[in-house]
Nanobody, 119 residues
Framework: QVQLVESGGGLVQAGGSLRLSCAAS????????TGWYRQAPGRQREWVAS????????YADSMEGRFTISRDSANQNTVYLEMNRLRPQDTAVYYC????????????WGQGTQVTVAS
């Protein structure tokens, strides 16, 4: 089992920045990739970015350039999502996901953190 706890969400003005954190605990040895997803009201959950254990980042086309995913150098079980130049349409609940070859289904999910961007 893996537990994921997100933090760092909040209310920000358009053009501002936020940094989300995802702290993993439990059987973290089973994780090979950690990702961020988001879900806005009335919309399907969408992928934002992922980072593998090697540190290689992957981004959804609409996020690249504004969002940066990274792993804490001191604690590899913590992953960040730095979000810059935020737009009102970035408003959503942001979820952390951990997956790996031995993890069943679509992986483990955190409880989510709300990001609200005011215009």
């Amino acid at each position: 089992q893996v537990q994921l706890v997100e933090s760092g969400g909040g209310l920000v003005q358009a053009g501002g920045s936020l940094r989300l954190s995802c702290a993993a605990s439990g059987s973290t040895f089973s994780i090979s990739i950690t990702g961020w997803y988001r879900q806005a009201p009335g919309r399907q959950r969408e992928w934002v970015a992922s980072i593998g254990n090697s540190g290689n980042p992957y981004y959804a086309d609409s996020m690249e350039g504004r969002f940066t995913i990274s792993r804490d150098s001191a604690n590899q079980n913590t992953v960040y999502l730095e979000m810059n130049r935020l737009r009102p349409q970035d408003t959503a609940v942001y979820y952390c996901n951990a997956n790996g070859a031995t993890i069943p289904g679509d992986g483990y999910w955190g409880q989510g953190t709300q990001v609200t961007v005011a215009s």
